[in-house]
């Protein structure tokens, strides 16, 4: 069946500019991540979705960065006035179900490379 | 400017060796330890996992030893081949915990000769 998606693959925006990325996850996945990926290093978690509820968004690095999940399928990360540090690679991760005291594997999509010159 | 470089760990094996993957983890809180795959391009795809009450777990070609006295995690990879080259992190969480988000560490770069 089909993976994580994303897209756009590939985005260079101009500072200052908005931009949205978005993740369709595996269909039926109750949990959605975000994870921020800067060149040679492990990726890192930014924020957490239950289905439409967002969790967790302590990882967000600023008020500039806002996601959204509204009907609990796709994903969208939206980022304000986009400056040069927040080039990286963006990477969603979806996993069946939070609970009952199991461990559900992450999936994660091959994540949008956003370049802000 | 400064320049960015890739300041991976990197090992290089010939096809056909075993490779050993280290890892040192950070939160002693962590019970719950991934092993990912990260080729070029791509996102993180699972290898193995452990949980913190084991200390060995096998899987296909993959093994993952958990030292939780010295806070170490190793992935061993028996007779590499050349589509296992590729970056490989490991990855802490706590399990139990409102999420699953992972802590991933900083990667180590595998190369296998032919």
């Known amino acids: 069946g089909a993976g994580v998606s994303q897209s756009p693959r590939y985005k260079v925006a101009k500072r200052g500019q908005d931009v949205a990325l978005r993740c369709d996850p595996i269909s039926g996945h109750v949990s959605l991540f975000w994870y921020q990926q800067a060149l040679g290093q492990g990726p890192e978690f930014l924020t957490y979705f239950q289905n439409e509820a967002q969790l967790d968004k302590s990882g967000l690095p600023s008020d500039r960065f806002f996601a959204e999940r509204p009907e609990g399928s796709v994903s969208t990360l939206k980022i304000q006035r986009t400056q040069q540090e927040d080039s990286a690679v963006y990477l969603c991760a979806s996993s069946l179900l939070f609970g009952g005291g199991a461990v559900y594997e992450q999936y994660f999509g091959p994540g949008t490379r956003l370049t802000v010159t | 400017g400064e320049s960015v470089g890739l300041h991976l760990p990197t090992l290089s094996v010939q096809e056909g060796d075993n490779s050993i993957i280290n890892c040192a983890y950070s939160n002693s809180a962590s019970d719950y330890f991934i092993w990912y795959k990260q080729e070029s391009g791509k996102g993180p795809q699972f290898i193995i996992d452990?949980?913190?009450?084991?200390d060995k777990r096998q899987g296909q070609r993959v093994t993952v030893l958990l030292n939780k006295t010295v806070k170490h995690l190793s992935l061993q990879i028996a007779a590499t081949q050349p589509g296992d080259s590729a970056v490989y992190f490991c990855a802490e969480s706590v399990f139990g915990g409102s999420n699953y988000k992972l802590t991933f560490g900083k990667g180590t770069l595998l190369t296998v000769n032919p």
């Open positions: 452990i949980r913190s009450n084991m």
